[in-house]
């Protein structure tokens, strides 16, 4: 570990609740930030890698666990980093240099020394000639190359970047990340190590040699493993493709054991215990016809980013309601190319009341807390029960505050389908009529 800046030892982030209840946003997690290399933390939207980055940034203090910097522990002084924020959070009352100039001022420089420091980065990142132009006067792409001048500025020994390209379009993230690269491998950067997040697995692919993926509620870390292909990387390749679609699998079937890393062959110790009940995505049922919808009338299958570009959303957003569908069995999602399966298309293309049916039956098929809550309700006298007997057997699964959204969703599904009825002034679950009357003990 002689080449780590940055340890997190066994750190963990949680919250307590006035009833004494904790949240954990981060589980007791161990992580380096080594020399020489470009990191890219990915995970679904919700498992805290802004958390993570701000507690190894010293932005942060985390719950339990410490941080170190060069294997002393981070105390008053803040460890030698700087940040590259996703909305570029520049002063809008001062002009390029003067903006560039901010953190050197902030740490005591002189104006000389500062005004010097700040015009060479000008000139590393491409902005020689632009020292007087206010952020009103930029486009996006060129407000995000005052912000890494505003961060190389002032030499950092790790750069951090938190999602640096997702508010600028396709084009310019694209001439930036190149630009990024070439400054990194030629090594015009003052910096020894790039510590990115990003939620974009073909940017991480192209960017990292190393990645980390995870998981949610609370964070973790599924996979951690290095990415041995040589820049400039081609997209088209089939190793860029094996690592896409290794990451992919892993962000979107959050409950299935990871596959082997491209090229790796994973140690037998390394299987993680399996939840009984998978950790459904939160989206609502009219979200995931929605989706249906599109795909099948844009010839039954779309790349998972131009899906998110049609509909004008984030692919975080987008994730939880395809894998929704891939869980219910009407969609696939393989190398970031969204399917449509015959399942799906008859759900599309059926009237309402066709549609409730057919997600009955999917959900029933493959959601376990579904098939729980219809085994118990039909079990039951009278076809009912409180819906904290479901809060306590989540809970035995998921964090407090997961509870409450897994109940929520599979209320969503479940009343869509028609498995059952909720009553809140009760708070009991009712087995619906429809399912009474087909139930095989009720025919005459």
């Not at 002084?77 to 001022?105: D, H, K, R, T």
């Not at 902005?127 to 006067?137: I, Q, R, S």
């Not at 039954?300 to 049609?310: F, P």
Request: glycine share 6%; charged share 25%; hydrophobic share 40%.
């Amino acid at each position: 570990m002689s080449d780590a800046i940055i340890q997190a030892r066994a750190v963990e982030k949680f919250y307590t609740q006035p009833d004494g209840n904790r949240i954990e946003v981060i589980a007791p997690t161990d992580l380096d930030v080594s020399a020489g290399k470009i990191i890219c933390l990915l995970g679904p939207s919700g498992s805290g890698k802004s958390t993570f980055l701000r507690m190894l940034t010293g932005l942060s203090t985390p719950s339990s666990g410490e941080v170190l910097w060069h294997g002393k522990p981070v105390g008053n002084e803040p460890p030698n980093v700087a940040i590259v924020f996703q909305s570029f959070a520049l002063f809008p009352w001062l002009n390029v240099l003067q903006n560039v100039e901010a953190p050197l001022e902030a740490r005591g420089v002189a104006p000389i020394e500062r005004r010097k420091r700040a015009l060479k980065t000008l000139d590393t990142v491409g902005l020689d000639g632009f020292e007087t132009a206010y952020p009103k006067e930029l486009s996006g792409g060129m407000k995000q190359r005052v912000g890494f001048a505003r961060a190389l500025v002032v030499e950092p020994e790790v750069l951090f970047m938190d999602e640096p390209f997702s508010a600028l379009d396709v084009l310019t993230a694209e001439t930036l990340r190149r630009e990024l690269l070439e400054l990194w491998l030629s090594k015009k950067m003052p910096t020894s190590a790039i510590f990115v997040v990003t939620h974009n697995i073909e940017e991480a692919v192209l960017l990292a040699d190393r990645v980390i993926v995870l998981g949610k509620n609370p964070g973790r870390i599924r996979s951690d493993f290095e990415i041995g292909l040589a820049h400039p990387r081609d997209r088209k390749s089939g190793k860029f493709v094996e690592f896409v679609d290794y990451i992919y699998k892993i962000m979107t079937q959050p409950d299935a054991e990871p596959a082997n890393v491209p090229g790796q062959v994973r140690p037998a110790s390394t299987k993680p215990p399996r939840q009984k009940y998978q950790m459904l995505p939160h989206a609502r049922t009219a979200g995931i016809s929605g989706l249906l919808e599109i795909l099948n009338d844009g010839g039954g299958h779309d790349d998972l980013y131009r899906l998110a570009e049609k509909l004008a959303m984030d692919v975080d957003d987008l994730l939880p309601i395809i894998e929704s569908a891939t869980i219910l069995g009407f969609a696939t999602l393989t190398e970031g190319d969204v399917q449509i399966t015959l399942e799906g298309i008859a759900f599309a293309e059926a009237d309402i009341q066709a549609r409730k049916m057919l997600f009955r039956e999917a959900a029933l098929k493959h959601v376990a807390i579904l098939q729980c809550i219809e085994s118990v309700l039909k079990a039951k006298a009278d076809h009912s029960i409180s819906d904290e007997f479901f809060h306590d057997i989540l809970d035995e699964h998921f964090s407090s505050d997961e509870v409450e959204r897994q109940f929520e969703t599979a209320m969503n599904w479940g009343r869509y389908a028609e498995i059952f009825d909720h009553d809140p002034q009760n708070a009991r679950l009712v087995l619906s009529e429809p399912l009474v009357e087909i139930h095989p003990a009720t025919k005459p």
